[in-house]
């Protein structure tokens, strides 16, 4: 079991450009969580998403920012016309289980760093 | 709204000592706790998880608690090592909710 796969690691986007991130839950997992951590701060909530559905997106901006999670293929994340402000640490984690589960332990992809120049 | 507060926010010790780390948050209506690692530049490693039920969990020299009345967990870290220098987080699930909610961090050294 390869975890939870993001890609790219590392990412450069000019101001105006798309950024699209990518997530591969871990085998068996079908809850995606995408988190972002801006430099020096904590990890904020972004989107929950369940197979084809969006659970929960209270933590995105309302512009610019979507993601998805189709029935086949990884979560993607994508950052429209992109700024500056948007260069931070984008973060993916999956679980086995629905968030109302006390057992649920979310497992976190190695991140994707966008940086906005 | 839950708020997670974690002291100290930077902690520098010497190799071999025992220390306790502090996650305080403010809903008590939780799943879970859980506490993650996440090295410079790295993504998260979880530690331990701890179901609302429960106390404490332990894993090799790492031990963790639970007082959900009092909104407080504790990390307990024995015989430190260099090794374990890390940022380390602590993140609450509420009941139902769907978001983990993550302190800001203790940012460990342990000098050898």
């Known amino acids: 079991n390869a975890g939870v796969m993001q890609n790219p690691r590392h990412l450069v986007r000019r101001r105006g450009q798309e950024a699209r991130l990518r997530c591969s839950p871990m085998?068996?997992?079908?809850?995606v969580y995408w988190y972002r951590q801006l430099p020096e701060e904590g990890l904020k909530f972004m989107v929950y998403?369940?197979?084809?559905?969006?659970?929960?997106e209270s933590g995105m901006p309302k512009e610019r920012f979507s993601a998805e999670f189709p029935k086949e293929g990884p979560s993607i994340l994508r950052i429209q016309q992109v700024v500056r402000g948007d260069s931070a640490a984008y973060f993916c984690?999956?679980?086995?289980?629905?968030?109302?589960?006390?057992?649920?332990?979310?497992?976190f992809g190695a991140g994707s760093r966008l940086t906005v120049l | 709204k839950q708020e997670v507060t974690q002291i100290p926010a930077a902690l520098s010790v010497p190799e071999g000592e025992n220390l306790v780390l502090n996650c305080s948050f403010t809903?008590?209506?939780?799943?879970?706790l859980q506490w993650f690692r996440q090295d410079p530049g790295k993504g998260l490693t979880s530690l331990l998880l701890?179901?609302?039920?429960?106390r404490e969990q332990t894993s090799g020299r790492l031990n963790a608690s639970l007082d959900k009345s009092s909104g407080r967990s504790t990390l307990y870290i024995a015989a430190s090592q260099p090794g374990d220098s890390a940022t380390y987080l602590c993140?609450?699930?509420?009941?139902?909710?769907?978001?983990?909610?993550f302190g800001a961090g203790t940012r460990l050294f342990v000098k050898a």
């Open positions: 984690a999956s679980s086995p289980l629905g968030p109302n589960s006390g057992a649920n332990v979310l497992t």
């Open positions: 085998k068996g997992h079908s809850h």
């Open positions: 998403l369940q197979k084809e559905n969006i659970i929960d």
């Open positions: 809903d008590s209506a939780i799943y879970n």
């Open positions: 701890i179901q609302s039920s429960q």
């Open positions: 993140a609450v699930l509420n009941t139902g909710g769907f978001k983990t909610i």
